[in-house]
């Protein structure tokens, strides 16, 4: 079965410091991966997606993760976090079969200080 | 303005009552879902509908029901045989089975 693992349930960092927040997932198959951002009582907002191709991938906001297949990691980075940046992020990847269904991380607490 | 609506965005029930939440889209996508987020948890599935008049249960179906009689809407039931129904709802939808999802800002229930 797939599943996702976020290691960190809460990453503190200084503003406009650089910070990465790892994924690391199980599979069989070939997968598509993908980052989401959650603010405070709101819904999540995608951020980026890997699907094929070029394994470093670009998102919203200044985000981009890079996908290894060897380790297994979708590890999402941004060179200088703003206190905006403070959210919920959660690394999915799809399910296997027919079905779109998407299998989460737990999420990673971005926690922001000025 | 195009996208996902959730009402209401906060609800209250007393326990033993059934309470429908609503979504509604107006992307003219084919295929939309229903998620529970618990705190200290990633998102699980409960019911997923890949086309008008067809739905599929999820991870946790238990305690709730759906419909899908209009391709904009898919309403969700929270019965009372769901033993611990407060969470936090998301709907989300992709243009088809095999797209990227979009969600919903989300309803969060409390039930007393």
């Known amino acids: 079965a797939q599943s996702v693992t976020q290691l960190d349930s809460q990453v503190p960092v200084f503003e406009e410091a650089p910070v990465e927040l790892r994924c690391n997932y199980s599979?069989?198959?070939?997968?598509?991966l993908f980052w989401y951002v959650q603010y405070p009582n709101q819904g999540l907002q995608l951020l980026l997606k890997?699907?094929?191709?070029?394994?470093l991938v670009k998102g919203i906001n200044g985000f981009e993760a890079e996908f290894n297949k060897s380790q297994t990691s979708f590890h999402l980075r941004k060179p200088s976090v703003h206190i905006s940046d403070t959210a919920e992020y959660f690394c999915a990847v799809k399910g296997p079969g027919a079905t779109n269904k998407l299998i989460f991380g737990t999420g990673t607490l971005l926690a922001v200080q000025p | 303005d195009g996208g996902i609506t959730q009402s209401p965005k906060y609800l209250f029930r007393k326990e033993g009552q059934n309470v429908t939440l609503s979504c509604e889209q107006n992307?003219?996508?084919?295929?939309m879902y229903w998620y529970r987020q618990d705190p200290g948890q990633g998102l699980r599935l409960i019911y997923y509908s890949q086309i008008v008049n067809d739905f599929q249960k999820g991870d946790i179906a238990e305690g709730y029901s759906v419909s899908r009689e209009k391709k904009e809407s898919f309403p969700l039931t929270v019965t009372s045989a769901q033993k611990n129904p407060t969470a936090f709802y998301l709907c989300?939808?992709?243009?088809?089975?095999?797209?990227?999802?979009?969600f919903g800002p989300g309803t969060r229930l409390t039930v007393l």
């Open positions: 989300a939808s992709s243009l088809s089975r095999t797209d990227t999802q979009y």
């Open positions: 890997y699907l094929s191709g070029s394994t």
């Open positions: 992307l003219n996508h084919d295929a």
């Open positions: 599979s069989s198959v070939s997968v598509y």
